[in-house]
């Protein structure tokens, strides 16, 4: 019987993340191998896999099958959060390999649900500024950022823990936000291969948008501080070599 999954070096670094004995919830499972990696390495941890649809939910039980995992991993077909009940006292939840906006509406629609909650781990596959704004309005605050390349794709990672303090202290700036606050400190080689990138990609949008024959002049207006940002960033990475 095998014992071991091989994850992927993005799901790996999500995993890096959950606690020893840790009882949380994946949700948009699919063959729910986070949850099964985890709880082999760890014996004392808990899972919920959460999928919306069914073929991955089915997935995601033959796996928890074959790893002989059905005791302490539950799969559960719904929609975001809503898989969690009363009683299941969940105190991570992970949500990873979905777009940013999809990952703040499961949030903001099953807020009720995270009473337990201590740690959110989000790997939003686009647009985490969406996902950091909702974490640090309701009290998650962030604690670790990771971004990993794997397969010519590159991934963040945000990882907030709940806290009831809301100091001046922990306002977060636009820029923060657009780039991760940590990342921002972090400097890696794929941080600056992302953002050069969105650069130049964004850059492309705006000098198309100025040819447009109606132009969105407040939009126009924020994209063009948003490369001023990343110039900022890019430049302070060139300095850096
Ligand atoms: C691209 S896969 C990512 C799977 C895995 N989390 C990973 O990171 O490799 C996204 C999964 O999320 C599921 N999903 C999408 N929206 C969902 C929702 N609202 N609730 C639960 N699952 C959802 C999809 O069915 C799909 O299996």
């Known amino acids: 019987m095998v014992k071991t999954i091989n994850l992927s070096t993005r799901l790996t670094a999500v995993a890096s993340y959950i606690n020893k004995g840790a009882h949380f919830a994946d949700i948009g499972s699919d063959h729910a191998y986070l949850p099964c990696y985890v709880c082999l390495k760890d014996k004392t941890a808990k899972a919920i896999a959460g999928e919306v649809n069914e073929g ?8 928890v099958t074959s790893y002989q995992l059905t005791d302490v991993i539950d ?18 939840v992970v949500i990873a ?17 995270l009473k337990h909650v201590k740690r959110i781990i989000a790997q939003p596959n686009v647009d985490a500024r969406n996902v950091r704004k909702w974490l640090v309005e309701n009290h998650y605050f962030l604690t670790n950022e990771e971004i990993v390349e794997e397969n010519g794709h590159i991934y963040e990672i945000i ?21 991760g606050p940590i990342l ?4 890696t080689k794929e941080f600056y291969k992302k953002w050069q990138h ?15 024959k109606v132009q969105d002049i407040e939009k126009i207006k924020q994209f063009e501080q948003e490369l001023v940002w990343m110039e900022e960033v890019l430049q302070d990475g060139k300095s850096n070599q």
């Open 56 to 63: 991955p939910y089915n997935s995601a039980r033959e796996t």
């Open 75 to 92: 799969v559960r077909l719904g929609n975001g959060l809503e898989v969690i009940r009363p009683g299941d006292e969940l105190n991570h």
């Open 97 to 113: 390999g979905m777009g940013g906006s999809l990952i703040k509406s499961i949030l903001e629609d099953g807020k009720d649900k």
């Open 159 to 179: 990882v907030a823990d709940y806290s009831e303090r809301t100091s001046e202290k922990e306002k977060i700036s636009g820029k923060e936000l657009l780039f």
């Open 184 to 187: 921002l400190k972090k400097k």
């Open 198 to 212: 969105e650069f130049e990609k964004l850059q492309r949008i705006v000098l198309q948008m100025k040819h447009a």
